[in-house]
């Protein structure tokens, strides 16, 4: 039973600009287009965010963003690069909690303007150190 709009689409219960299929993965048109092109990758799991992607998981799906990433390249030679970046969480502004991977064209003076990582203060050795020995504390816990 199809409940959030991504399932629907997977379930062919309403229309999409697809673009990539297999039995893991559904790539179509962002209904926003970002820039011309501008594609999701979805698992046909209904996961909702990075957080609950297994290895097995990640394995199927993950692995499918070049393939993406190079179809979507060269059906345009004005391509020229290209932002890849999922929001996981309303904080990180996602809207529609199946996960999903955007993968958005660059063109030349495309104006695009990406939210860019950014601190109001600069970061110490120390606390990059201290960020850093945080996560990586997480991987042995695994
Ligand atoms: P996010 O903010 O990362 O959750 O992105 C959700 C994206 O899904 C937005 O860029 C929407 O434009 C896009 N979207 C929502 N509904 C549809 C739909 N029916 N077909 C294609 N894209 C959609």
């Keep these: 039973m199809a409940d959030d709009i991504f399932d629907k689409i997977i379930a062919g219960e309403i229309p999409a600009y697809k673009v990539y299929e297999d039995e893991d ?3 179509f048109l962002d209904l926003s287009q970002a820039t011309p092109g501008h594609t999701l990758l979805v698992p046909k799991a209904d996961v909702p965010d ?3 992607y297994d290895d ?3 394995q199927r799906v993950l692995t499918k963003i070049p393939k993406v990433a190079r179809a979507i390249k060269a059906s345009d030679d004005k ?9 996981n969480g309303e904080a990180a502004g996602q809207s529609v909690f199946h996960s999903h991977i955007h993968l958005i064209p660059r063109y030349k003076d495309d104006g695009l303007n990406l939210p860019a990582p950014s601190e109001e203060h600069p970061v110490s050795d120390e606390v990059y150190k201290e960020r850093a020995a945080k996560i990586s504390a997480q991987f042995s816990k695994e």
């Design 25 to 27: 993965v559904l790539a």
């Design 50 to 52: 990075i957080f609950a």
């Design 56 to 58: 097995d998981l990640a």
């Design 79 to 87: 391509i020229i690069g290209m932002n890849i970046l999922m929001n």
